[in-house]
């Protein structure tokens, strides 16, 4: 059973940035499809960024030019770089794969002055 482990949120002022890491369980990382999402309150859980094994790149168009999606194969982790954060970032942050599995626990991230 694949696992992802979460980490790296706080709390961030306006304009501020962070680094999120995830790392994974299984020795198959470097073929894997790997996902950011994030699940505001009161809101459905959407995707972030995307990164293929070919280096393939999707963001949803919020994060474009702020967030950076990136991988180490070595140690089975992928990181989101968040930069220039605004409030409307504030979320439980989570990464899986493509196709999804069980979800881990999230990093919250809460942007405010």
């Known amino acids: 059973q694949v696992q992802f482990v979460e980490s790296g949120g706080g709390l961030v002022q306006p304009g501020g940035s962070l680094r999120l890491s995830c790392t994974t369980s299984g020795s198959d990382f470097s073929s894997r499809v790997m996902t950011w999402y994030r699940q505001a309150p009161g809101k459905q859980r959407g995707l972030v960024a995307l990164?293929?094994?070919?280096?393939?790149?999707h963001y949803t168009d919020s994060v474009k030019g702020r967030f950076t999606i990136s991988r180490d194969n070595t140690k089975n982790t992928v990181y989101l770089q968040m930069n220039s954060l605004k409030p409307a970032d504030t979320a439980v942050y989570y990464c899986?794969?493509?196709?999804?599995?069980?979800w881990g626990q999230g990093t919250l991230v809460t942007v405010s002055s």
């Open positions: 899986n794969q493509v196709p999804p599995t069980d």
């Open positions: 990164l293929a094994p070919d280096g393939s790149l």
